[in-house]
C-alpha cells in the first residue's frame, strides 16, 4: 500500500486524502493549525461555480469538472447542496457586450443558458433594482455550507482511519528514494507528497521547489445578511473589471432566508482569515447596492485569504520527481474545483 502525505486540511487537502483512501493509499495529513478548515476553505460564499474567466485556463477546466462531481459527492459524504438559478444580469454596456460572449462559452461546455429580463429575474428575488436591463439565465450553480462540507470529510476520513495530525508544522521535506518529512516530532517516510497549505505552501515547497511562482495576497470579504431570495445574482461586467479582483454577487446560503453579498477583494500583505466588523460588511453590500432596491440587515461579516498566482491568475499544479505535488494559487474557484484536483492529482500517483 502506497504512503501518502497531505500537507495542508484544506478543502483541496481533505478531498485528495479522500479520493487516495478510496484509491487504496495509505494517508496522513498534516496541519499546522489545531483544526481543520481554516483559510479561505471556512471562510467562503460556498458557490459551486459554473463559469470562472479566464475561460481558457486551467481553473476555469477544473472548475468545470469540479461542478459535475459534487452531486455525487455531497450523497457519498452527506453535506447538503442547494442547486439554484444563477442569473448574470447587467446594468450597462460592458455586461451587454460580454453576455453573448459568455453564452457561447458556457453552451460550448455543455451548459444550458438563456437570455432572460428583469422581470424574470424579480420572480426569484422581489428586491431586484429596476435598474437590470436584463441577463442570461445560467443552470449547474449550486451553494454548500463550507464548514459542514469540511467537517463531514474530516469525520469520515477519521471513521476510515485517516490519521490527521493537527497542530504539527511541517519543517522539512527531503527527496532521496522515498519523500522524508520531518517536524517537531520526528521524522517519517512516504512514497507521495501533496503539498495543499494554502497561505503557507510557499514555505513548505521551498524545500524542494528552487522555481516558485510570484503570488499576492488578497482578502475575500463575504457579508451574511437577512434577505430572501431564491437565485444567485451576479454582473455580466464583471468579465470587463480587473481580472485579479474577482466578481461576486449576490448568494443565497443553504439557510432559507439568509443571503451572503461578496466577496470583495482586498489586497493584503498578511493572511486573515476570521470574522470582521459591521464597517466591513456594509462597505461589501454598498457594491451591489444597485442590484436590489433594499438595504439588508447584517448577521456576520468574515474574510478568508486567497493566494493569487501573479501575474497568470491561473492555478499552477506542479509534478516534481514523480512523487510530489504541489498546488500553488488555488484561489476562486478552488473550493469548486476541488474533486477534479483531488482526481488529477491522485491518478498522477497511481
Not at 501518502?4 to 483512501?21: P, S
Not at 447542496?81 to 455543455?110: D, H, N, Q
Request: glycine share 10%; hydrophobic share 40%; with cysteine.
Amino acid at each position: 500500500m502506497p504512503r501518502l502525505a497531505i500537507v495542508g486540511a484544506g478543502i483541496c487537502g481533505l478531498l485528495t486524502a479522500y479520493t487516495a483512501f478510496k484509491n487504496g493509499f495509505e494517508v496522513i495529513v498534516y496541519e499546522a493549525e489545531r483544526e481543520v478548515g481554516r483559510g479561505a476553505s471556512r471562510f467562503n460564499s460556498g458557490v459551486i461555480h459554473v463559469l470562472q474567466p479566464p475561460f481558457n485556463s486551467l481553473k476555469s477546466k477544473l472548475c468545470i469538472e469540479g461542478n459535475r462531481m459534487y452531486r455525487g459527492l455531497s450523497e457519498e459524504i452527506g453535506f447538503k447542496i442547494r442547486y439554484m438559478k444563477a442569473y448574470l444580469v447587467y446594468t450597462g454596456i460592458f455586461g451587454k457586450i460580454a453576455s453573448p460572449i459568455a453564452t457561447y462559452y458556457l453552451r460550448s461546455k455543455g451548459f444550458r443558458v438563456r437570455k432572460v429580463g428583469r422581470k424574470e429575474v424579480k420572480e426569484s428575488c422581489k428586491h431586484i433594482s429596476n435598474d437590470i436591463k436584463g441577463g442570461v439565465e445560467v443552470d449547474g450553480y449550486a451553494v454548500v455550507e463550507p464548514l459542514e462540507v469540511l467537517n463531514r470529510l474530516y469525520r469520515r476520513l477519521s471513521e476510515e482511519g485517516i490519521e490527521f495530525r493537527l497542530g504539527d508544522r511541517v519543517e522539512k521535506i527531503e527527496i532521496n528514494n522515498k519523500v522524508t518529512v520531518l517536524n517537531r516530532s520526528g521524522e517519517d517516510e512516504y512514497d507521495y507528497i501533496v503539498i495543499s497549505a494554502g497561505s503557507d505552501t510557499r514555505r513548505v515547497a521551498s524545500y524542494i521547489d528552487d522555481n516558485i511562482p510570484r503570488q499576492r495576497l488578497a482578502l475575500g470579504v463575504i457579508a451574511a445578511t437577512r434577505l430572501e431570495c431564491d437565485a444567485i445574482i451576479a454582473r455580466l461586467e464583471i468579465f470587463s473589471r480587473d481580472k485579479y479582483t474577482k466578481g461576486g454577487g449576490i448568494i443565497p446560503s443553504v439557510k432559507k432566508g439568509v443571503t451572503l453579498f461578496g466577496p470583495d477583494f482586498h489586497w493584503i500583505e498578511k493572511p486573515i482569515n476570521s470574522y470582521l466588523g459591521e464597517e466591513d460588511g456594509l462597505k461589501v453590500v454598498k457594491l451591489y447596492l444597485d442590484l436590489i432596491d433594499t438595504q439588508p440587515e447584517l448577521i456576520e461579516v468574515y474574510g478568508g485569504t486567497r493566494v493569487i498566482n501573479w501575474p497568470v491568475d491561473d492555478f499552477i499544479i506542479k509534478f516534481l520527481y514523480d512523487k510530489v505535488a504541489i498546488l500553488y494559487g488555488i484561489d476562486s474557484p478552488g473550493f469548486t474545483a476541488a474533486p477534479a484536483i483531488a482526481d488529477m492529482v491522485i491518478n498522477k500517483f497511481r
